[in-house]
């Protein structure tokens, strides 16, 4: 299995004399935990009544994760004073252009995995976020990635976008054949016209799996700015 997610779900660091541990929400919650377990086990009585700050970095809206994580520090060590780091505040839309158009997008960090050449078959190959392939994609290959897909190609084999319940997630590809097909958590089988060899993509309407002609239905059209996702 190729896999080319190099983030981990947890980082741990020491923070004025008590612990700072940053939480990576995009990984399963088993996993999260697992490795705070791990890490406070390693730190053995250095962990002893330390207070702990719980920070999920960007990622909003996940404060019942956190209070889940918090539930069972305290049943299972003996801490401190367990808190949430504040959240960073929101840079409104227009001043985040403003910043962006100054800076050409440089001070952005890119969570996008770009490969060249052809995947082939037995292949697997998972990114965090966004994945984009310049090539072709075989059949029995397995792309899986937590946002957009987007092949500069052929793209077959099966095909998970939005991992594991983004359903806002998109597939596109210059020539769409895929054996199977899944955004978030829905899922079609040979979505693709084996004959069509014109640009489409792949999304979810009405509960559904929609594929569409990339050069009438444009899905960037309605987007008057360039956006970093």
């Known amino acids: 299995m190729i896999n080319f997610d190099n983030t981990v779900p947890v980082k741990l660091k020491g923070a004025g004399g008590g612990l700072w541990i940053t939480i990576d929400p995009s990984h399963p919650e088993?996993?999260?935990?697992?490795?705070?377990?791990?890490?406070?086990?390693?730190?053995?009585?250095?962990?002893?009544?330390?207070?702990?700050?719980?920070?999920?970095?960007?990622?909003?809206?996940?404060?019942?994760?956190?209070?889940?994580?918090?539930?069972?520090l305290e049943s299972n060590f003996e801490l401190g004073t367990i808190s949430t780091s504040p959240q960073k505040r929101s840079i409104p839309p227009e001043r985040r252009r403003q910043r962006d158009m100054s800076k050409g997008w440089n001070h952005h960090k890119s969570d996008v995995l770009m490969l060249r050449g052809r995947v082939?078959?037995?292949?697997?190959?998972?990114?965090?976020k966004h994945l984009i392939?310049?090539?072709?994609?075989n059949p029995g290959a397995e792309l899986t990635a937590g946002g957009?897909?987007?092949?500069?190609?052929?793209?077959?084999?099966?095909?998970?976008?939005?991992?594991?319940?983004?359903?806002?997630?998109?597939?596109?590809?210059?020539?769409?054949?895929?054996?199977?097909?899944?955004i978030g958590l829905i899922t079609a089988t040979g979505a693709g016209d084996p004959g069509s060899q014109r640009?489409?993509?792949?999304?979810?309407?009405?509960?559904?799996i929609v594929v569409k002609n990339y050069m009438k239905d444009n899905p960037f059209k309605r987007m008057p700015w360039p956006e970093v996702i």
């Open 133 to 137: 392939i310049t090539g072709d994609v």
């Open 120 to 128: 082939r078959s037995g292949q697997k190959i998972n990114a965090r």
């Open 30 to 72: 088993s996993e999260i935990i697992a490795e705070i377990d791990r890490l406070l086990k390693k730190l053995k009585h250095l962990a002893l009544n330390a207070d702990v700050t719980l920070d999920t970095g960007d990622a909003a809206g996940q404060e019942d994760l956190v209070e889940r994580i918090k539930t069972h």
């Open 199 to 208: 640009p489409e993509f792949a999304c979810v309407e009405q509960e559904s």
């Open 148 to 182: 957009d897909i987007i092949v500069l190609g052929t793209l077959a084999g099966k095909v998970h976008a939005g991992y594991p319940e983004n359903d806002g997630a998109m597939i596109f590809s210059l020539a769409f054949n895929p054996s199977l097909v899944k």
